[in-house]
């Protein structure tokens, strides 16, 4: 009889039962899956520049977004680990408190939304974005109507920890190429992914 019953780790709500009552199972039956309800996990992928350049803001704030709740919800970040695919690029897992009037399910859609406090005027970049040459430094900047790319030369202020420092060529919302810079060229054509 002590055999019989399964002590859930946590306390959760059964999303998914795998095998019916009286079946026989091994150590390695999958029988249900438990979600977790204390907090809800979230998890998104940001570009490596992103994170680097509001690393210069005093503080971020995070905030959830969820379609048919009128109001956000804040977000904390529990774990940062680069993709496997891209080193250009995180994961990130955010954790939320779940909402009282209504409880959400594994593959809900989630807006995040990072606000930057006291962020500067400077732009953080990863050093291997920005090239230099005579006429001083330089990044590939895209034009967003026709995916061109256009050769932009840009005031450097030093180099710290999350990259170089432009305090001025840049404007904000520009997209940068920041993968295989050294095999592009001004006036190529790129295909831009959506993030």
Known sequence: MEYTSLIAPFTGIVSERYIDNFSKVTSSTKIL???DVEQYKITITVPQSQFVQIQTADAVKL?????GFS????????ELSVSQQSSQQLH???????????????????????????????????????????DG????????KTNLLEKRIVRVSGVSEQGINIVDGLLDGERIVVAGVS????????????N
Not at 105 to 113: D, I
């Open 183 to 194: 095999q592009v060229h001004a006036g190529q054509q790129v295909r831009v992914e959506a």
């Open 92 to 134: 990130v897992t955010l954790v939320m408190q779940p909402p009282s009037e209504r409880r959400l399910f594994t593959g809900t859609s989630v807006k995040v939304k990072a606000e930057a406090i006291g962020l500067s005027n400077t732009v953080v970049l990863p050093s291997h974005t920005v090239l230099s040459n005579g």
């Open 33 to 35: 899956t438990l979600q």
């Open 137 to 144: 430094h330089y990044v590939y900047v895209v034009e967003p």
């Open 63 to 67: 905030s959830a977004e969820i379609e």
């Open 71 to 78: 109001q956000s919800f804040p977000l904390k970040v529990d």
